[in-house]
């Protein structure tokens, strides 16, 4: 591969890497403002998927939030329909 090649393809890769930043901000806003959520709402959201269950101790301490930020956070999500809440069993 020759020096032009790779630069080509070094600039290309960072244009590519440019519009994917932008193209999934613009994303995370539309899909903030359809469900009626805030950004911190969708990523602690987006936390819940990734782990399945999770207390709110557990949110709070991934997410750097209060415990009651990290209640008013729950109630939004579990009004919007986007999760359920189950008494810990434990």
Same mark, same amino acid.
């Given at each position: 591969?020759? @020096?032009a090649t ?17 193209h999934?901000?613009?994303?995370? @806003? ?15 959201l ?8 999770a207390t709110?101790?557990e949110?709070a ?26 008494? @810990?069993? @434990?």
């Amino acid at each position: 591969m020759t @020096n032009a090649t790779k630069a080509d393809l070094k600039k290309r890769a960072l244009i590519a890497v440019r519009e994917y930043g932008i193209h999934l901000t613009l994303f995370r @806003n539309a899909m903030s403002e359809w469900a009626g959520l805030n950004v911190t709402d969708m990523e602690c959201l987006r936390l819940l998927f990734l782990k399945g269950i999770a207390t709110p101790s557990e949110l709070a301490r991934h997410t750097g939030l209060t415990s009651g930020a990290t209640t008013a956070m729950l109630d939004r999500l579990e009004k919007a329909g986007l999760i359920g809440r189950k008494p @810990n069993p @434990n």
